[in-house]
T-cell receptor, first 113, second 111 residues
Framework: DTEVTQTPKHLVMGMTNKKSLKCEQH?????MYWYKQKAKKPPELMFVYSYEKLSINESVPSRFSPECPNSSLLNLHLHALQPEDSALYLCASSQVRGWDGYTFGSGTRLTVV | QKEVEQNSGPLSVPEGAIASLNCTYSDRGSQSFFWYRQYSGKSPELIMSIYSNGDKEDGRFTAQLNKASQYVSLLIRDSQPSDSATYLC???????????FGTGTRLTIIP
């Protein structure tokens, strides 16, 4: 299995809603990542989990809350988002400090209204 | 701030010609170098990786690395319309969890 699966593919939420994005991989990778990508911009790193522990938080606002329940799953909990948070949210996985590149999921297109 | 620079394009290349994409990086600790292809509205897809100075070929793709010049490039031979996409350069420091993307080059292959 060489896939990273993200759900949902599309999400529309109000500014007072609470929602979660989910990511799952079965490649035996022990590093997982959340990236945010705005239109015509490169992906920007948000969070890194290494061996199920948060190792990097790129000064992301607290309305984004990551969670790594086990080595295969990664969640991103969303609360009180702003319209400017609308973007493509990408999950990726890799070996920890490995030589190989990251494998990305297909992403969740988030719209905040 | 570690920077990765690419020509933003758009780069237009006739079908069947060679497309040349360039990338410079500032972090001398970078040891792995990746090229991702991203179609509009889709997620990045890894197409090439290179770790040593010189050339690495995979089908129609050739990656070139010059660590002394902090320069990495991607050549696409016999360009096809399906190669039209944004290409992202991503150097990585082996001791660092972070993969930082360049600004991306939008490539259009003209039939």
């Amino acid at each position: 299995d060489t896939e990273v699966t993200q759900t949902p593919k599309h999400l529309v939420m109000g500014m007072t809603n609470k929602k979660s994005l989910k990511c799952e991989q079965h490649m035996g990778h022990r590093a997982m990542y959340w990236y945010k990508q705005k239109a015509k911009k490169p992906p920007e790193l948000m969070f890194v989990y290494s061996y199920e522990k948060l190792s990097i938080n790129e000064s992301v606002p607290s309305r984004f809350s990551p969670e790594c329940p086990n080595s295969s799953l990664l969640n991103l909990h969303l609360h009180a988002l702003q319209p400017e948070d609308s973007a493509l949210y990408l999950c990726a996985s890799s070996q920890v400090r490995g030589w190989d590149g990251y494998t990305f999921g297909s992403g969740t297109r988030l719209t905040v209204v | 701030q570690k920077e990765v620079e690419q020509n933003s394009g758009p780069l237009s290349v006739p079908e069947g010609a060679i497309a040349s994409l360039n990338c410079t990086y500032s972090d001398r600790g970078s040891q792995s170098f990746f090229w991702y292809r991203q179609y509009s509205g889709k997620s990045p897809e890894l197409i090439m990786s290179i770790y040593s100075n010189g050339d690495k070929e995979d089908g129609r793709f050739t990656a070139q690395l010059n660590k002394a010049s902090q320069y990495v490039s991607l050549l696409i031979r016999d360009s096809q319309p399906s190669d039209s996409a944004t290409y992202l350069c991503a150097p990585k420091d082996f001791g660092n969890e972070k993969l930082t993307f360049g600004t991306g080059t939008r490539l259009t292959i003209i039939p």
